[in-house]
């Protein structure tokens, strides 16, 4: 029987899905095992097994961290009593969607299996990019400025971003945020 690291349940929780984070954004999700991500996590099977039943079930929780991590920073700057530019904002959204390539590829991953019949997954990116549009609306409606089509600019901004990720992981020539964030300022009439 292998030896198994002691903890307590968020830890253990924690373990797993630190692993599977890291196994999914380097092989996929087809590619990698519960078994997989017990030996990564350093935890048994048995362990792996009484949190998560199925692949399915876990892929759920890191969605929502990793939807919450992409997030997270981006509200506290709408909430935050500092003044706000929207060169602030669309800096701070392309630094934390653009900067790291494992949370591209896992961006990426979850969006292949929520696209390719997995309806739950699927739901809940729509949930996602719906705070994201809020997000880039409630923005908008702080700022001086035309307030036209703000929907249609939400919109427009996620679509950069993920078509931005994408050409980040084929390794296509890069785009500097500064210049990104000014294009779409232009762009956008802001």
Known sequence: ???TNKG???DNRQK???AAMAMIGEKGVDKT???QISKASGLSKGTLYYYY???NELIFDIADLHMERMTGALFSMIDGDRALSWESLLTAFFDTLLTSEARSRLHLYLIREAISGNDSLKSRFQQTYSQWFG???E???KMPGLQTKIPAKSKFLVAVVDG???QGLLETDPTSIKEIVDLILKSLDI
Request: aromatic share 8%; charged share 20%.
């Open 135 to 137: 997000l880039v609306d």
């Open 16 to 18: 797993i899905i630190e």
């Open 53 to 55: 039943a199925s692949k």
């Open 8 to 10: 307590s349940g968020e």
């Open 33 to 35: 095992s519960l078994a």
């Open 164 to 166: 931005f990720i994408l």
């Open 1 to 3: 029987m292998a030896k």
């Open 139 to 141: 923005a908008y409606a």
